[in-house]
């Protein structure tokens, strides 16, 4: 399975931009970059996905390198409810079992200052 | 509103005992999954079902059983066999589709005593 690598912590300002970085060179060419995050005590959250062009919705962005061996999941405003651990995740496309399980490594923690 | 609900969120139950997490969406989603949490780790996925009537084991499926007889319900039973109980329990769902993109129940926290 290929793997993502994310810095342990990070810390922001509350109503200032977030960019949480994820690097992921052995991406294939089939992988889909997906954001979790999750609060404590609480069940993780989808926040957004992408192939290879950027995305925006609601909750966040998503900027993605042209080689694809780098993402960038953007909060345009952090606040406090944004204080969480963020997981970047590669997820083959296709069937098979394997296809099937969402590998969470141990993320970024984010923590948003007042 | 649509979403995953897991009951009770907090359990308790004496070593030796068999316990069952309850996992219900109304998302309309065929695939359901069920994960366990330690702490400060990642998620290990337990089973996980993509269709009615079928089901399959996960990476840490011993000590768990699960059935999956209607669409919207997942339940687990933690049993006996399982040497190490206490965690937190994630139930998740998803389209057949969108694998990679999988909703989240609360979790259920599980103590053994």
């Known amino acids: 399975d290929a793997k993502t690598t994310q810095p342990n912590s990070m810390e922001s300002n509350e109503e200032e931009p977030v960019h949480l970085p994820c690097n992921h060179s052995t991406i294939s060419g089939t992988d889909y970059i997906h954001w979790y995050r999750q609060l404590p005590s609480q069940g993780p959250e989808y926040v957004i996905h992408?192939?290879?062009s950027n995305v925006n919705n609601r909750m966040a962005s998503l900027a993605i390198a042209e080689d694809r061996k780098s993402s960038t999941l953007i909060l345009h405003r952090a606040t406090l409810r944004d204080a969480a651990v963020y997981y970047c995740i590669l997820t083959p496309r296709g069937s098979g079992g394997s296809n099937y399980k969402l590998t969470f490594g141990k993320g970024t923690l984010l923590t948003v200052n007042p | 509103d649509g979403g995953i609900t897991q009951s009770p969120k907090y359990l308790f139950r004496k070593e030796g005992q068999n316990v069952t997490l309850s996992c219900e969406q109304n998302?309309?989603?065929?695939?359901m999954y069920w994960y366990r949490q330690d702490p400060g780790q990642g998620l290990r996925l337990i089973y996980y079902?993509?269709?009615?009537?079928?089901?399959q084991k996960g990476d840490i499926a011993e000590g768990y059983s699960v059935s999956r007889e209607k669409k919207e319900s997942f339940p687990l039973t933690v049993t006996s066999a399982q040497k190490n109980p206490t965690a937190f329990y994630l139930c998740a769902s998803s389209t057949r589709q969108g694998r990679g993109t999988q909703y989240f129940g609360p979790g259920t926290r599980l103590t053994v005593l």
């Open positions: 079902s993509q269709i009615v009537n079928d089901f």
């Open positions: 998302l309309n989603h065929d695939a």
């Open positions: 992408g192939l290879t």
